[in-house]
Nanobody, 124 residues
Framework: QVQLVESGGGSVQAGGSLRLSCVAF????????MGWFRQAPGKERERAAT???????TYADSVKGRFTISQLNAKNTLYLRMNSLKPEDTGIYYC??????????????????WGQGTQVTVSS
């Protein structure tokens, strides 16, 4: 059974940094699309960043240059390094996985497996 467990969220001031982690159980990351998605209060869930099994990454325009997605296959862990955080980055951040490599990694609807989410709050 696939299980994803996120950690690393918290409260920071604008300009600060956080690193989110997502540990995968039940499968190996190296054969999957992995992504970080976020949902702000009252808004739809959206893509923040994704990475495929070739290491190709995609980023939402709003986080480019500030967020970095990476994974460590030996630890079956996905990371999201977030720098220069802004109040508009506030939300619940979810880790997700997809094994169907025929589908684009960048599309949120292609992800069937989700973690429980971790809260990120950025104050001005």
């Amino acid at each position: 059974q696939v299980q994803l467990v996120e950690s690393g969220g918290g409260s920071v001031q604008a300009g600060g940094s956080l690193r989110l982690s997502c540990v995968a159980f039940g499968y190996t990351l190296e054969h999957a699309c992995m992504g970080w998605f976020r949902q702000a209060p009252g808004k739809e869930r959206e893509r923040a960043a994704t990475i495929d099994d070739y290491g190709n990454t995609t980023y939402a325009d709003s986080v480019k240059g500030r967020f970095t997605i990476s994974q460590l296959n030996a630890k079956n862990t996905l990371y999201l390094r977030m720098n220069s955080l802004k109040p508009e980055d506030t939300g619940i951040y979810y880790c997700a996985a997809s094994f169907d490599r025929r589908l684009p990694c960048s599309v949120i609807d292609n992800y069937p497996y989700w973690g429980q989410g971790t809260q990120v709050t950025v104050s001005s």
